[in-house]
């Protein structure tokens, strides 16, 4: 399978006390795959503030330390506000299939945000796979990432 980001770099995940059981669990399924991970934590189920998760994890993406990044709370709006402070990071909050596509398709995302509360993990792994083989497709979309970031 080809992807659309650097598979020699490792793959950057992190999370809060919420979705620690899906972190776990993605980056088990994702080493199995072959693929190196950096795992941010948290690393215990006691509650945590998850921008002590989700800064680390974005600054991974933003220094081209690791090739993408997941990022996984209850429902995902926390850690997607985070990561994007960063400058160089696109956050997309994803529940289904088309929307991870479509955050790579449109927004060229380099972090996939999960809200482990309401999706099933089976459906999260699609929503990685499926953001890991879709390309941005540029052209006018381009034009619009280009104006995100503050100058």
């Not at 659309?4 to 899906?22: K, M, N, Q, R, T």
């Not at 509650?47 to 993408?68: C, I, N, Q, R």
């Not at 990561?83 to 990071?89: E, L, P, Y």
Request: aromatic fraction near 8%; hydrophobic fraction near 45%.
């Amino acid at each position: 399978m080809s992807y659309v980001f650097d598979a020699s770099l490792p793959i950057a995940i992190g999370c809060d006390h919420a979705g620690l059981e899906y972190k776990t669990a993605i980056a088990k399924w994702l080493t199995e795959k072959g693929f190196a991970i950096k795992d941010f934590g948290t690393y215990s189920a006691d509650s945590v503030d998850y921008p002590d998760f989700a800064h680390p994890t974005s600054l991974s993406v933003e220094t081209g330390e690791a090739a993408f990044g997941i990022l996984l709370c209850g429902s995902a709006n926390g850690v997607a506000i985070t990561a994007n402070k960063h400058q160089g990071i696109r956050a997309g909050l994803c529940w289904q299939n088309d929307v991870a596509q479509l955050a790579r398709m449109h927004n060229n995302a380099n972090i996939i945000c999960i809200p482990a509360r309401f999706v099933a993990l089976p459906l999260a792994q699609q929503m990685i796979e499926l953001f890991m083989n879709t390309p941005s497709e540029g052209g006018r979309h381009a034009n619009r990432v280009e104006k995100i970031a503050c100058k």
